[in-house]
């Protein structure tokens, strides 16, 4: 059933890259802490850099606390399921980092997603993570569901902010800042590009 891979290539690879949606799992050290689990998507916004890195991008939302994970330990779990097709989970378990909007590599780390437009999504940060383990197990439970198309409703909410009305939009939020269990979040005001 399950099988272990020292890294993504061919067929792992393949399936991820397929998949309209993944979803991350984080938690603090604490053992009473808050873990997360977010589901994420939009077309284009993933990347497999190489056969043991891969990439996301954080766009805006109502909480950073896989940020705030990441910035405290850096543990993280990424899996897709196969929803459509034969049925198939995979998950890679790893070393997450946020790369934040003036670190010198978030330029070039962004054009290694030629395929959307971050611009109207808010981007906070590039989520990158490195591979520890890889596994896949048989998914023989996930049901079929359909893919039609990416909502379009958050490019349009965030596409309305320029970088002072998201940064003021962030500082509203109770869980951006800092997490739910008061680790440091996203850094505010959100840093300029290139600073």
């Given at each position: 059933?399950?099988?272990?891979?020292?890294?993504?290539?061919?067929?792992?690879?393949?399936?991820i890259?397929?998949q309209?949606?993944?979803?991350?799992?984080?938690?603090?050290?604490?053992?009473?802490?808050?873990?997360?689990?977010?589901?994420?998507?939009?077309?284009?916004s993933?990347?497999?850099?190489d056969?043991?890195?891969?990439?996301?991008?954080?766009?805006?939302?109502?909480?950073?606390?896989?940020?705030?994970?990441?910035?405290?330990?850096?543990?993280?779990?990424?899996?897709?399921?196969?929803?459509?097709?034969?049925?198939?989970?995979?998950?890679?378990?790893?070393?997450?980092?946020?790369?934040?909007?003036?670190?010198?590599?978030?330029?070039?780390?962004?054009?290694?997603?030629?395929?959307?437009?971050?611009?109207?999504?808010?981007?906070?940060?590039?989520?990158?993570?490195?591979?520890?383990?890889?596994?896949?197990?048989?998914?023989?439970?996930?049901?079929?569901?359909?893919?039609?198309?990416?909502?379009?409703?958050?490019?349009?909410?965030?596409?309305?902010?320029?970088?002072?009305?998201?940064?003021?939009?962030?500082e509203?939020?109770?869980?951006?800042?800092?997490?739910?269990?008061?680790?440091?979040g996203?850094?505010?005001?959100?840093?300029?590009?290139?600073?």
């Open positions: 059933m399950g099988k272990t891979y020292d890294r993504i290539d061919g067929r792992l690879r393949k399936f890259e397929q309209p949606m993944f979803f991350t799992a984080t938690a603090p050290l604490s053992g009473d802490g808050t873990i997360n689990l977010s589901p994420k998507g939009l077309k284009g993933f990347a497999v850099f056969e043991l890195t891969v990439a996301y991008l954080d766009f805006a939302g109502s909480n950073a606390e896989t940020v705030a994970h990441l910035r405290e330990n850096g543990r993280i779990t990424l899996m897709w399921c196969a929803f459509q097709g034969p049925p198939s989970i995979v998950r890679v378990h790893g070393r997450g980092e946020p790369v934040f909007r003036d670190d010198p590599r978030f330029d070039e780390l962004l054009a290694r997603f030629p395929g959307i437009d971050a611009t109207p999504h808010g981007l906070r940060a590039i989520i990158v993570v490195t591979a520890d383990l890889v596994r896949d197990t048989c998914g023989y439970a996930v049901p079929f569901m359909a893919y039609e198309e990416d909502r379009d409703l958050h490019g349009q909410f965030f596409s309305r902010k320029d970088d002072d009305a998201l940064s003021a939009y962030f509203g939020k109770e869980d951006i800042a800092s997490s739910i269990d008061g680790l440091p996203l850094p505010l005001p959100l840093p300029p590009r290139g600073a």
